[in-house]
């Protein structure tokens, strides 16, 4: 009946309903071979055809597959899960959600276990059109034993199979159960795998996958041994940019670990991160920000971490500077880094964007100038860079960020013996004299919280029976 057809003919509405009889006409017979070649045809057509001959067509379909099995090449069961296979991905979805509800996802899985590898190849790639397109369809493969049957396919090695296997897998992930069967069945290696072959589409919702796993901490041992990091590494160098910030963020949860901050480092995160840093995407350099604060926790991740950063301070994108001073101002408050900024040359990289850089660049580096400000060597760096006159100059600013971090910076500055007088100009300004009392309220609050903890500790030890 498709014979008939040619492309310009689908463009025709009548021609498909005349088609579509046809169709149910020549299912209806006794011919088996052109009812195999008839439905081969329709699968072939199909992104032509009109989406309500579609809907129709689809319980046709999946009546074919409910017929007898027998394990022949070609059969109609292959041509039924070719067609529906073609027709799964029309639609936006919808035609892949008539599918399943029209119950076509236990026939499948049942040919799947009787089925050999031609007949299995095809289909698999239906089932994996159908939990691509159709969120609906994942929880139905799961309840008719879809993912036990993957799972026993993928540990048998079906080498053939592993692709269309490893994208319904990833697909799959993506359902808090799955993950809890992958988790505690060993699961885990295989979700990694599909992080690392298959569409780019696929490889993305592993590395999704991946990332919600991290948050469980018992996940994360598994998740790094079974090498996680380099997989999504990969993932955020070579793929598009949805799988390049899906994998990045699910990287940065897997190294929000003390355990795992050195492993994800050592396999190259500290580079990618900074390209992350310096790309076009908002959310990228928020990932990056995020990452970088928890890989610099190790003291050794801290040296390479600014090298990049200062890098990028003194280069010409306006926005990665930005988003590298934001980084700096939240690594001044690491105590241990101290050292490690001042040998990085941040801080005179800083004070020169102070000096020349544009409003928001600016406001971020006030605020990291202020975080040096609180500890006795920065300060000293910061003097010495020429940042105290650039601060007494911006307590006119209008922007009322940049004039507030630049009085915090300068009552430090105030507060130190050797430094004081420099900034003995601006000690009746009214700004330096309210940020003064507030920086004092906070200190007696916290004095206050530190003494009451240490009347709490006092008290349990007093009080508990166990150690008495």
Known sequence: MMDKLDTKQAELGTNWERSFHLYETVIAGDEKSKRIQATFKLGRMSKHAPENILACAIPVLVELLRSPFDNQTPSIHGASAYCLKCIACLGEGRLAVIIGQCGAIPSLLSLLQASESNLQMVILKCLRNMVTFSD??????????GLEIVLNMLNASPDGLKRPLLEILSALSLLRDVRRVLLNSGGLRFLIESAKCGSMA???????????????????????????????????????????????????VISSHVDYIRPVAQAGAIPVYAEILEGC?????????????????????????????????????????????????????YKQLVSVVQDSGAIPALVELLRSGNGDVKEKVSGAIAQ???????????????????????LEDESQELRENAAEALVNFSEDPSLGDRVSCVLDSPLFQDTQDKLMQIRASDARLDSSLRLLSIEHLTLDPSLS
Request: aromatic share 4%.
């Open 136 to 145: 609906s369809n994942r929880p139905a493969v799961v309840r008719n034993g």
């Open 281 to 333: 995407e908002p959310l990228g350099k928020e990932i990056a920000e995020d990452v970088f604060c928890i890989l610099a926790v190790v003291e050794e991740n801290a040296a390479p971490i600014f090298q990049h950063l200062v890098r990028i301070l003194r280069g010409s994108n306006d926005e990665a500077k930005a988003a590298a001073a934001d980084i700096t101002w939240h690594l001044a408050s």
């Open 202 to 252: 696929s490889r993305t919702r592993a590395a999704q996958g991946i990332g919600l796993l991290g948050l469980v901490k018992r996940a994360r041992h598994t998740l790094v041994n079974f090498g996680a990091a380099a997989a999504l590494l990969d993932l955020i160098q070579n793929g598009d940019t949805s799988a390049k910030l899906v994998a990045a963020n699910a990287l940065g």
């Open 372 to 394: 040096f400000s609180y500890n006795k060597s920065g300060r000293v760096a910061l003097a010495d860079s020429g940042v105290i006159p650039l601060l007494i100059q911006m």
